[in-house]
């Protein structure tokens, strides 16, 4: 059984940084998991933000965060990461990583999740 637990959330103001981080656990090899990023906020559903292939030859982002958002992984050491720049008040949400049982992610839905960590940017 895949675990996935993430870290790096907190209280930003707008036009900062944050760095995500996903510890990936119960895995053979990680590579073999598409990994995405996704987001709920208060009051609305819960969307893709970005994923990235096994091998993090394709990535794939939600068009409001291309070009502030990186997603990035190191299948060595079972992380993803999710490097958040330029934050506006928009981005507020909790932040949930997740992953597939292939490794080419499902931007609909996947198969494992954390229970997420929460980004608040102040305007």
């Known amino acids: 059984q895949v675990q996935l637990v993430e870290s790096g959330g907190g209280l930003v103001q707008a036009g900062a940084s944050l760095r995500l981080s996903c510890a990936a656990s119960g895995v053979i090899f990680l590579g073999n998991h598409g990994m995405g990023w996704f987001r709920q906020a208060q009051g609305k559903e819960r969307e893709f933000v970005a994923s990235?292939?096994?091998?993090?030859?394709?990535?794939w982002y939600l068009d409001s965060v291309r070009g502030r958002f990186t997603i990035s992984r190191d299948n060595d050491k079972n992380m993803v990461y999710l490097e958040m720049n330029s934050l506006k008040p928009e981005d507020t949400a909790i932040y949930y990583c997740?992953?597939?049982?292939?490794?080419?992610?499902?931007?609909?839905?996947?198969?494992?999740w954390g229970k997420g960590t929460l980004v608040t940017v102040s305007s």
């Open positions: 997740a992953a597939d049982r292939t490794p080419y992610p499902n931007r609909r839905n996947m198969d494992y």
């Open positions: 990235i292939s096994g091998n993090a030859f394709r990535t």
